[in-house]
């Protein structure tokens, strides 16, 4: 889209939708949200900077090999915080008897795992909205 | 007990391993090693955690340590962990094979994608199995679902995508279906923990007979569609024939047992047995099971291709699994649970063999099968193995199951099912035989009765052999899995 008011526009809207997202992220154990809907959010701003500046900017600023990482990285993260859960209490997915930093109900460090475990969502889910729209506009050149 | 971890390692080294794959470098000899390692080591921890549970019984796992009623919890008992065994022992195999087969399959660089994608597959069928939470087992079930469209669709062909997208939609319609009759279940009992279920169900079931029977007849319909039952069944001759070769006998064997296992949770474990027979839900299976029995085999006599006559004849033989559930006893189980058993490895042997047909020759046909058994003869050999065991002649694992079902429905006063039966395995022989005395008796026009080895690598056929073999090892020794399966019932009744 060649556009010079939607893409001033974008370009000073995207960094707020990403603080947002960050912060929906962040804050998911003490309000609204969690790691799906601000990974959502933050993948959306960079699907947004896509439609405006085209496929090429896209993968310039996402490569493909990068969001790969970090599709995996997010599993692997939330696999292995799952895994400190077996070694310290025996279970899975173990908070407050792993030994998690508990802190005081409604401030930003608490609740143990759960803010830990939504980063690893957040990354994933992001990464993998770009992912997806990257490969359909692809498949859609391709033709 | 050291291996209580081991079902939570069970379903998370294959999640890990599927997102490891493709960030490797994409070569052939170091995925196919990753691969067979991971399910090798996996296979091992299922057979430990398997002999301990002998010893320590079954035991609850809650996620996290949160009570029962609050988080998640698989529940491992020795018929789980049995099916789990299986399970890992059929993909080791089909895997094995796949090594030389996917390549001649699919494009070079999909190659370690198709194995992210089975390690996916592995982990919610494991997921589904071990899992004692419903809504767990509904996530693990859309995992599934996906899972399995993508391994149809893999293929860029038309047939593929258009099988793909119909099992798609369905499935679809399927999850919604069950997650609508989770709500139900959610709108009575409050619980979400099937233990915790059935003792609400068991109290008040009398007082909402409407709400638990619509509860029933939306589960069972949306499982009823991703098993293929019968009436709906309409997705799998497509899915299964379009597929690669390992992707339907993973498809037929497996995925379809996952979801009949689910079935037998929700009917035993989570409504018990007084309230479905209260409700006559058991008579409905029953009657949907015939219809399959009888159906599936007629429309598979009227097939050409030798993909979509197997995989018809999937439909007729789970119709003999749901009959067996259908009698909701505890031979009637047995039986069935045997038939998955002997079903799996029956349709693995023959999809493989099928697979190498293809692989070898390029025919799909069974026209063109004339005299093949001279230029493949361990492929047929196999083929006829298994084909025999579908029909239920003596000395092949399908006989055995066949017999077991008969005495369940004789103790269940069913005689008119039995009459069914033998009506199905005669139609079974209609369609079955002829393609092996095409094979061994009538002339190539090819090449003129020139006995040679298959021309086919060793991780093929080696993987077939072992089916085989096991085949005639349980047709002589059912007792081998039958002993297993009575011994771990009562436990799994009981839950």
């Keep these: 889209m060649n556009d010079l008011i939607v893409k001033t526009i974008v370009r000073w809207v995207i960094p707020f939708i990403q603080l947002f997202g960050v912060y929906v992220v962040f804050y998911g154990h003490v309000s609204f949200g969690g790691g799906f809907s601000g990974g959502a959010l933050i993948g959306a701003s960079l699907i947004l900077y896509a439609i405006t500046f085209g496929l090429k900017a896209s993968k310039k600023m996402v490569p493909h090999k990068r969001s790969q990482w970090m599709e995996s990285l997010g599993i692997l993260w939330y696999i292995a915080l799952g895994l400190v859960g077996i070694y310290t209490s025996a279970y899975f997915l173990g908070n407050k008897a792993a030994g998690f930093y508990m802190g005081e109900a409604g401030q930003l460090l608490s609740a143990g795992i759960i803010p830990l475990l939504t980063i690893g969502i957040g990354v994933k889910v992001a990464s993998t909205m770009i992912t997806l729209f990257q490969k359909l506009v692809e498949e859609n050149e391709d033709v | ?37 991971t399910v090798g080591l996996m296979f091992f921890l299922a057979l430990f955690n398997w002999f301990e549970l002998h010893s320590f019984g079954a035991y609850a796992y809650n996620f996290g340590g949160y009570a029962a009623n609050l988080g998640i919890q698989f529940y491992i008992d020795e018929l789980t962990s049995l099916l789990v065994l299986f399970i890992l022992f059929l993909s080791f195999i089909i895997i094995s094979y796949s090594f030389a087969d996917i390549p001649h399959e699919l494009e070079p660089h999909q190659f370690g994608l198709y194995y992210s ?21 509904y996530v693990f079930m859309e995992i599934l679902s996906i899972t399995s469209t ?15 997208f119909r099992y798609l939609m369905l499935s679809s319609i399927g999850s919604i279906t069950i997650l609508f009759g989770l709500a139900f279940l959610y709108m009575v009992t409050g619980h979400l923990n099937m233990f915790e279920v059935h003792k609400v169900i068991q109290s008040v079931w009398t ?44 498809l037929s064997a497996l995925v379809v047992k996952v979801y009949i296992f689910a079935m037998y949770k929700i009917l035993f474990r989570v409504l018990g047995t007084m309230m479905v027979k209260g409700l006559g839900i058991d008579q409905a299976i029953l009657i949907f ?35 067996g559930l259908g009698l909701m006893s505890e031979q009637g189980l047995a039986a069935s649970l045997f038939h998955i058993f002997s079903h799996g ?67 269940g006063q069913h005689p008119i099912y039995l009459a069914l039966i033998l009506l199905s395995s005669f139609l079974n022989a209609v369609y079955y035989l002829p393609i092996i005395i095409a094979a061994f008796l009538k002339e190539d026009p090819e090449n003129r009765h020139a006995m040679k080895m298959d021309p086919l690598p060793k991780r093929m056929w080696i993987p077939m052999v072992v089916l085989a073999i096991c085949l005639i090892v349980i047709g002589f020794y059912p007792q081998l899995i039958m002993d297993i399966i009575e011994a771990s019932l009562p436990a799994y009744l009981v839950g």
């Design chain 2, 150 to 164: 993508a391994i149809i669709s893999i293929k860029h062909r038309k047939a593929n995508f258009l099988a793909s």
């Design chain 2, 345 to 411: 490895l029956m349709k693995t042997a023959l999809f493989l063999s099928a697979g190498s047909i293809i692989f070898a020759t390029g025919k799909r046909k069974l026209s063109d099968l004339d005299g093949i058994g001279y230029r493949m003869p361990v492929t047929m050999i196999v083929f006829s193995i298994a084909a025999f065991g579908m029909i239920g002649i003596p000395g092949v694992s399908g006989f055995m199951s066949k017999i077991y079902l008969g005495l369940a429905l004789i103790e």
């Design chain 2, 117 to 137: 994608l089975i390690l996916l597959l592995l982990f919610s069928m494991l997921g589904m199995v071990y899992t004692n939470d419903l809504f767990n087992m």
């Design chain 2, 207 to 250: 007082t909402y007979p409407m709400n638990l029977l619509l509860a029933s007849g939306f589960i069972l319909t949306g499982l009823g569609i991703k098993s293929a039952m019968f009436p709906l069944h309409v997705w799998l001759p497509d899915a299964h024939a379009s597929a690669p070769s390992p992707s339907s006998a993973f």
């Design chain 2, 1 to 37: 007990m050291i291996s209580t971890q081991f079902p939570v390692y069970l379903v998370i080294i294959p999640l890990a391993i599927a997102v490891i794959l493709p960030l490797l470098k994409q070569h052939r000899r170091l995925i196919q090693s990753i691969v067979s390692l």
């Design chain 2, 289 to 323: 099971a015939a219809l399959g029995m009888v159906f599936g085999s007629i429309f598979a006599i009227g097939q050409r291709d030798i993909k979509r006559m197997l995989a018809y004849s999937s439909v007729a033989q789970i119709g003999y699994i749901f009959l």
